[in-house]
């Protein structure tokens, strides 16, 4: 389970959530000192929601990316981190505690971006994901939309070498853990953002921080180890949200 998120200059606390059956349980065995609205509130914050609270439109695609140009997306090469696009996908990997993003310098604003990324690594206390709205300064800022190698998922925002989370890092049965492959689909339409994962709704936020920007991958890492992870078959289409 997450703890903390830990980039070289910046500490951002995560606080890590869980739902657990003996909290259910309490809550029904209080059911008759409770009235029935009283309960259903109670028993809604702890149960996963089912559903989105907004229906998307998604419109044209605005960009495909196959990543079978190498010169595709961000190249980034140092000790202990690397981002590029090798054998017809986009390779993020890092072995530092923190995280590292790669954007496509093409400004979006209202967006339904969906990825395939494969886990290659061992380590999976990790997270890797979605970027958008990211910064043109390319300074990190922006929503993100994470999953972890250990079966956790989080909506963040970054904001000025801090972070905070939208929605906690949950487990979810969704993911596929270890080495796998998930489909992350992220929501980025008006102030609503919302996760999917192998086309099962998970999450959702309401933030205007951010109105447009660059769209973007990312990994992180949060213990001793290194965390590799191949994006493909990248597809960002217009989204609006249904009247």
């Known amino acids: 389970m997450k703890k903390t998120f830990l980039i070289p200059v910046v500490v951002l606390a995560l606080a890590a959530m869980a739902c657990s059956a003996s909290s259910i349980t309490s809550l029904l065995e209080s059911a008759v000192s409770e009235d029935e609205g009283s309960l259903l509130d ?53 072995e530092v505690e923190g995280f590292i993003w790669g954007i496509n310098e093409q400004m979006h604003s209202d967006v339904v971006i969906t990825v395939f990324a494969t886990q290659l690594s061992a380590t999976d206390n990790n997270g890797y994901g979605v970027v958008c709205r990211s910064d043109t300064e ?81 990994v992180a890492l949060f213990e001793a180890g290194n965390v590799e992870v191949a994006f493909d078959d990248l597809v960002i289409l217009a989204g609006s949200l249904a009247e």
């Open 42 to 94: 109670r028993v809604s914050q702890i149960l996963p929601q089912s559903e989105p609270s907004e229906t998307i439109v998604t419109g044209q695609i605005l960009t495909q990316e196959n990543f079978s140009d190498s010169e595709a997306w961000e190249y980034y090469v140092d000790d202990g981190a690397a981002l590029q696009v090798d054998q017809g996908a986009y390779n993020m990997y890092l």
């Open 138 to 218: 390319n300074m990190g800022n922006g929503y993100y939309f994470l999953v972890s190698g250990d079966g956790f998922y989080s909506i963040m925002k970054s904001l000025d070498d801090s972070a905070e989370a939208l929605v906690d890092w949950t487990s979810s049965s969704q993911i596929q853990q270890g080495k796998a492959i998930n489909w992350i689909k992220a929501v980025c339409v008006e102030n609503y953002l919302a996760l999917f994962i192998n086309d099962t709704f998970v999450a959702e936020a309401y933030d205007s921080t951010f109105s447009q920007g660059y769209a973007g991958l990312s």
